[in-house]
Each structure stands twice: as structure tokens, then as C-alpha cells.
T-cell receptor, first 112, second 117 residues
């Protein structure tokens, strides 16, 4: 059965801390791994990763994929209260256009 | 940029009534759309794949007679929750994929919060 597992499920840090969110997957016909941030409404896109070892970076956020070990990490440096959200990892498959398999999500709370 | 809209954004209804949620792709055509359900503090669970001009494909455990999906045009899919009950209260989100070059991007609607009393 295809599955995506995120850890930790929840995390509480203070402003300025650095956090690492994990996502592992066991999915047939892997195409890409995506990270989303969800606050009160629908998820907003962060990164799409298709190749191993190539870091993607956007401001204080960065992510990398390891296709050999079947996992990805999302790093957030110098966290701010605005980073508080649910972070979702999802995997797409070559055989299922558009369909995403989501992990459980990591709820991040950043305290002032 | 591409946008997916949902209507209504929230709805409160009495138990036993039916509720229709619309998902529209505003500036692109989507032969496929996806419907997700999300309970508080949980991840998105795929309910079904909506296919334009054909029957929807439902995920295991999702009752197709309770969650009716109609994809009548290339820009509109509707989800009808029939005979809603309090346990159907949830956040419903649709998404539509769009191809640009060799890359596919998934666009999410803003979601619909359903509360069944």
C-alpha cells in the first residue's frame, strides 16, 4: 500500500529556533514530492522535488529529497510566529496524473 | 495565475439535508479534479477523483451514493453531500492539476467548511 509518513506530528518551538520536518514515503511509480503549508484555508505550495540531492530554497525555508532512502526534509531557520501552520508532505505518481498521497502533516507552533 | 474557486466557503445545515459544493477552475480547463476531506488537526484525505464526462473514481471507504460528484464541464465539478449528518462536518477541499510545459502543478481551492447540526 502506498503511504507517506511525516514526523514529528506536532512540534512547539520558540522564535528564532531552527526546525527540521521529516517525510518518508513508500510509493510505487514515484514522480515528485511536494511540500505545502496550511494555515486556516487550503494548502499553499512550498516546494516540488523530483531529483535527489538538489536543495530547493525559498527564504528561510529549504528542502531536499533523497530518492535512495525515500525521504525528504523541510528546514525552517530563524522561525517566526507566522511560520505556525500545518506542513503537509505529498507524493505524486507517474501513473496517477494529479492525484496526491498526503502524509499526516506536522503541526508547528512557534511561540514568541 | 491559475485559480481554483469553491463555493460556498462555509455552510451550516440541518441533519438530513443535502449540500452542494462547487469547484471551479477559473482560467484553465481541468478534465480531472480531486476532492479531499480534512478533519481538525488531520491531513487531507482524498475522497474521489472527478472525471469530466465520466463517472468519478472513489477511494476505498467513501460512499459514492452519499458523496455525489458531477463533473459536467471542463471548469466545474460539484460535490453533493446527501442526507448530511453531524459526522459529515468537515473541511472539504478541491484541487485541479494544470500542465505547464513538462510540469504539472496542483491548484487547491480555498475549501468549504461544512457544519451539520
Amino acid at each position: 500500500e502506498d503511504k507517506v509518513v511525516q514526523s514529528p506530528l506536532s512540534l512547539v518551538v520558540h522564535e528564532g529556533d531552527t526546525v527540521t520536518l521529516n517525510c518518508s514515503y513508500e510509493v510505487t511509480n514515484f514522480r515528485s514530492l511536494l511540500w505545502y503549508k496550511q494555515e486556516k484555508k487550503a494548502p499553499t505550495f512550498l516546494f516540488m522535488l523530483t531529483s535527489s540531492g538538489i536543495e530547493k530554497k525559498s527564504g528561510r525555508l529549504s528542502s531536499i529529497l533523497d530518492k535512495k532512502e525515500l525521504f525528504s526534509i523541510l528546514n525552517i531557520t530563524a522561525t517566526q510566529t507566522g511560520d505556525s501552520a500545518i506542513y503537509l508532505c505529498a507524493v505524486s505518481q507517474i501513473s496517477n496524473t494529479g492525484k496526491l498521497i498526503f502524509g499526516q502533516g506536522t503541526t508547528l507552533q512557534v511561540k514568541p | 495565475g491559475a485559480v481554483v474557486s469553491q463555493h460556498p466557503s462555509w455552510v451550516i445545515c440541518k441533519s438530513g439535508t443535502s449540500v452542494k459544493i462547487e469547484c471551479r477552475s477559473l482560467d484553465f480547463q481541468a478534465t480531472t479534479m480531486f476532492w479531499y476531506r480534512q478533519f481538525p488537526k488531520q491531513s487531507l484525505m482524498l475522497m474521489a477523483t472527478s472525471n469530466e464526462g465520466s463517472k468519478a473514481t472513489y477511494e476505498q471507504g467513501v460512499e459514492k451514493d452519499k458523496f455525489l460528484i458531477n463533473h459536467a464541464s471542463l471548469t466545474l465539478s460539484t460535490l453533493t453531500v446527501t442526507s448530511a449528518h453531524p459526522e459529515d462536518s468537515s473541511f472539504y477541499i478541491c484541487s485541479a492539476p494544470r500542465w505547464g510545459g513538462q510540469q504539472e502543478t496542483q491548484y487547491f481551492g480555498p475549501g468549504t467548511r461544512l457544519l451539520v447540526l
